[in-house]
């Protein structure tokens, strides 16, 4: 069965410091999503993007954070200068398509720990 | 504006004996409803949905979940609850009148199965 990917499972990396956390979305799907979840908290949802743009994002998705899909696999999240307070596991999803009946698919996640 | 809400933080159930998993929803207009299950160290594992129709689903792992909309819940059952079902598991909505696909999720209830 098809899986979401990300990679690294775990990212650790210094206050100030650039992140790239990536993803490989199921390869017939279409619309994708960056969630993070910080420990013992609830799953947040971050940005949605479809047909290379950003369709929809939360207050928590500032200027600090970008996403790109640079080629026809990969989806990627950028920190431009990581904060403590962004340490947390970050979640890629994907779906067939936007319609509201479709499951979204998450991957693994990637533990981003910022000391 | 959506909400989904997990009254209890933890759920302990003896090894084949029945689980009942909590949760209620808040949205505007009509509800998709979702149940993701997160093992540790894993991602989001979707298990079912309410989108239209029967208002009992049936899910992965003999898992189901009644919606009841004069309540507004969702709870997420099992008639004989195995070991292997301890897990955190998520509650998540979407606004059917919404255009947007974000998923707003509970906090989640981490259900302990006693051997």
């Known amino acids: 069965e098809p899986e979401v990917t990300q990679t690294p499972s775990h990212q650790v990396t210094q206050m100030g410091q650039e992140v790239i956390l990536r993803c490989v979305p199921i390869?017939?799907?279409?619309?994708f999503y960056w969630y993070r979840q910080i420990l013992g908290q609830k799953v947040e949802f971050l940005v949605s993007?479809?047909?290379?743009?950003?369709?929809?994002k939360s207050e928590i998705f500032d200027d600090q954070f970008s996403v790109e899909r640079p080629d026809g696999s990969n989806f990627t999240l950028k920190i431009r200068s990581t904060k403590l307070e962004d340490s947390a596991m970050y979640f890629c999803?994907?779906?067939?398509?936007?319609?509201?009946?479709?499951?979204?698919?998450f991957g693994p996640g990637t533990r981003l720990t910022v000391t | 504006a959506q909400s989904v809400a997990q009254p209890e933080d933890q759920v302990n159930v003896a090894e084949g004996n029945p689980l009942t998993v909590k949760c209620t929803y808040s949205?505007?207009?009509?509800?998709?409803l979702f149940w993701y299950v997160q093992y540790p160290n894993r991602g989001l594992q979707f298990l079912l949905k309410?989108?239209?129709?029967?208002?009992l689903v049936k899910g992965s792992y003999g898992f189901e979940a009644e919606f009841n909309k004069s309540q507004t819940s969702f709870h997420l059952k099992k008639p004989s609850a195995l070991v292997s079902d301890s897990a955190l598991y998520f509650c998540?909505?979407?606004?059917?009148?919404?255009?947007?696909?974000?998923?707003?999720f509970g906090k989640g209830t981490r259900l302990h199965i006693l051997p």
């Open positions: 390869s017939n799907h279409l619309y």
């Open positions: 998540a909505v979407r606004d059917r009148e919404n255009r947007d696909d974000k998923i707003i």
């Open positions: 949205v505007s207009g009509n509800p998709y």
């Open positions: 309410y989108i239209t129709g029967d208002n």
């Open positions: 999803a994907s779906s067939k398509q936007g319609a509201r009946v479709y499951e979204q698919y």
């Open positions: 993007f479809y047909n290379n743009e950003i369709s929809e």
